[in-house]
């Protein structure tokens, strides 16, 4: 795998320190982070008011499945955008989280939410023993056993259904009693949506300014360089695994109690964790809010797609264009972009960006190509003059 | 009991060539792209159904559209290394791939269901219930069929890779792509045939599936976790290490039946996948690529 140092040509950058415009720059900075806080304040604003703007229950039933795409895809990306390996299984995970809710209440008849988070832990620590086995391999295997898990799961869950209840399915009992209505459950549901939502974004956030999310975005860039600068990558990447895990199963918990209902088929299906990581590329890996715009956008689309042509095959052919597009187009995601324009009206470059190895890479590639045709164009250039040189000496000059 | 043990035997090796020859296609892709192709057994599915239809429409053989088959799959093959994957950018070629061939694979799914709906399809015969008894076994014709078309594939392209200056070009090029370059090898070119060729594998080796198969359009996610499972203990990269490793995963899922029915005996191919990273991740037969990637 080629290395952004492999074309080892600094770049030449001009120097953004002691520019008379700073002032400016930092005059945009603060704007942008005001305009930041403020759209995001309306988007919290308007995302907690979605069950009072909501005309009718079916809609509000919509907006809580939209809400568990945004829980699952958040869940997804402690991996997928710290560590950059792409899961395509993580479907198991929120599957086991709703087996486990369902299990657990059923069989020792515990209070539900306790039986979420037990569930969760649960399934964080059986993913320890899964981290280990399909994190000593990096990009394709680490794919292929993803998905292999969330096949081999599939396969027990059908199987064994003295405890699953098999193909038949596996009821769910309801966490709020029977005087608490259908509308007034979805309401319910959505806000702990938004509230593991919130959580896990804070998470986030907070590993993204530690040394740890450093460490773990070292990883992502190039491995086997954090690895020699001392970061404990094996270690890293299982923490930051189990994390995901845990906030997929507390979804995948949070889903099946809403849900009531489990079948294999849906718990364990590849779509579920392909929705994860399409919504999550969309919006944009990198970025803390990325999953949940993806997940909003996708999720929206899908829903409406849905909703008009019915649960016909054709929505495997959408979903597969879609997917093609962003990761032809932009596998950066729509956020990135986004602020990529915005910064373009920055006064001031700042000194230190963010650049991801692949960038760099090209950049040094285009960098290199340019130099090299300079290089040839120079050399002929030269050897042209030697030539008419070597003309004019012998004085035959070429007319 | 011994006729059981024998035909189990027999039917595990039967499938386990089948599997062979589709892991050799799938390890050609890796070979020469690092590219982990998903799709694979969506195409396995879409040959399927093209022989299906092919026969429904004509009643020849279903064999016989192998030959419009593999040249279009083999084309197929030029044409998505040429425009899709080598559009990827080098740095995350390995991950993006991936996501790619699985859209891909999406939306061959979806496809065929909108097509030729999701119901059952079966191919049926004159010789489709035949069976010959070997040593108190009974064999289905049509499995000695596809076996037979697996086998002679599997030479075929073995011969291709060591005989021909085509096949040194290749194994140049899945080798060291930078020095195969060097030497004057138009490792783009080589790239693109090579993923032809592994496409082409998908065409015999539905063919061979839609003799004794039942087929509608999910299926490929039945073929796909075996076959990957097969590349990752065989070590990604290494042709022989594939086919030993589908032979040995074959006979041991054909021999698990007996005791575990056929739904348990499949999860041999996982805990062979599980077990192989915790021993040895890079495979039994890879070299130094596997972990990498």
């Known amino acids: ?399 | 009991m011994t006729a059981l043990i024998t035909q189990a035997v027999i039917l595990g090796i039967l499938l386990g060539g089948l599997y062979a020859l589709l892991a050799a296609g799938l390890t050609l892709y890796f070979g020469v792209m690092r590219v982990v192709m998903i799709a694979h057994s969506a195409f396995l599915i879409l040959a399927a159904y093209l022989a299906w239809a092919f026969h429904r429409a004509t009643g020849i053989d279903p064999l016989f559209s192998l030959v419009a088959t593999v040249p279009l799959f083999f084309v197929l093959g030029v044409v998505m290394q040429r425009f899709l994957l080598s559009r990827l950018k080098p740095a995350t070629l390995t991950m993006m791939s991936v996501l790619l061939t699985f859209a891909i694979a999406l939306i061959i799914e979806g496809m065929l269901g909108f097509v030729w709906t999701g119901t059952q399809r079966r191919i049926s015969l004159s010789y489709s219930t035949a069976s010959i008894e070997v040593f108190g076994a009974n064999i289905a014709v049509v499995k000695l069929v596809a076996f037979g078309l697996a086998a002679v594939s599997l030479l075929a392209l073995y011969l291709l890779m060591k005989a021909t200056s085509f096949g040194q070009a290749l194994r140049a090029t899945i080798q060291h792509k930078e020095a195969a370059a060097l030497l004057g090898i138009d490792t783009e070119k080589v790239a693109g045939y090579g993923f032809g060729l592994g496409l082409a594998t998908a065409a015999i080796g539905g063919t061979a599936l839609a003799l004794d198969s039942t087929i509608y359009p999910s299926l490929h996610w039945h073929w796909i976790g075996p076959l990957m499972a097969i590349i990752v203990v065989g070590g990604l990269g290494s042709i022989p290490g594939a086919a030993i490793a589908a032979l040995v995963l074959g006979l041991s899922q054909s021999l698990l039946q007996i005791p575990l029915g056929t739904t348990w005996a499949q999860t041999v191919f996982y805990l062979a996948l599980f077990l192989t990273l915790m021993v040895r991740p890079q495979g039994f037969f890879g070299g130094r690529l596997a972990q990498r990637f």
Do not use: C
């Open chain 1, 1 to 399: 795998m080629p290395n952004a140092s492999d074309l080892a040509t600094p770049t030449p950058t001009a120097p953004a320190t002691g520019r008379p415009d700073d002032s400016a720059g930092q005059r945009f900075d603060r704007r942008l982070r005001l305009a930041k806080a403020g759209l995001g304040a309306v988007a919290v604003v308007l995302a907690l008011m979605v069950p009072w703007l909501a005309p009718d229950a079916f809609i509000l039933s919509v907006a809580v499945v939209i809400a568990s795409y945004a829980a699952f895809a958040v869940g997804w990306n402690f991996v997928g955008g710290f560590t950059g390996y792409i899961s395509l299984g993580h479907a198991s995970y929120s599957g086991l989280g709703g087996y486990a809710v369902a299990l657990l209440t059923t069989h020792t008849g515990i209070n539900p939410w306790v039986a979420l988070v037990l569930g969760a832990v649960a399934v964080a620590l059986l993913a320890v023993p899964i981290g280990i086995a399909s994190l000593r391999v990096r990009g394709a295997s680490f794919v292929i056993v993803s998905i292999a898990l969330v096949l081999i799961l599939l396969l027990v869950f059908q199987s064994w259904a003295s405890v699953t209840g098999g193909s038949e399915g596996l009821r769910v009992p309801r966490p709020f009693d029977s005087s608490v209505l259908r509308p007034e459950q979805h309401t319910r549901f959505y806000l702990l949506f938004l509230l593991l939502i919130g959580i896990a974004l804070v998470v986030w956030w907070l590993i993204d300014r530690s040394q740890f999310g450093a460490g773990l975005k070292a990883i992502r860039e190039d491995e086997d360089k954090a690895e020699a600068l001392g970061v404990p990558t094996f270690r890293y990447k299982l923490v930051v695994f189990v994390i995901s895990a845990f906030f997929t199963s507390l979804a995948g918990g949070l889903y099946a109690l809403w849900f009531g209902n489990l079948d294999p088929v849906f718990q364990f299906s590849i779509l579920t964790g392909s929705y994860m990581v399409l919504m999550s590329l969309f919006g944009g890996i990198r970025s803390l809010v990325g999953p949940v715009v993806g997940a909003v956008v996708v999720g929206y689309a899908m829903e409406v797609f849905k909703a008009q042509y019915g649960d016909s095959q054709f929505h495997l052919v959408a979903l597969g264009l879609l997917l093609a597009v962003v990761v032809l187009f932009m596998p950066e995601g729509v956020v990135p972009a986004l602020l990529g324009v915005v910064h373009r009206f920055r006064p001031a470059a700042t000194s230190i960006r963010e650049e991801s190895a692949a960038e760099l890479l090209e950049r040094n590639r285009a960098i290199d190509a340019q130099r090299r045709a300079q290089t040839e164009a120079d050399a002929e250039t030269e050897a042209e003059r030697v030539e008419d040189a070597r003309h004019a000496t012998t004085g035959k000059g070429r007319s």
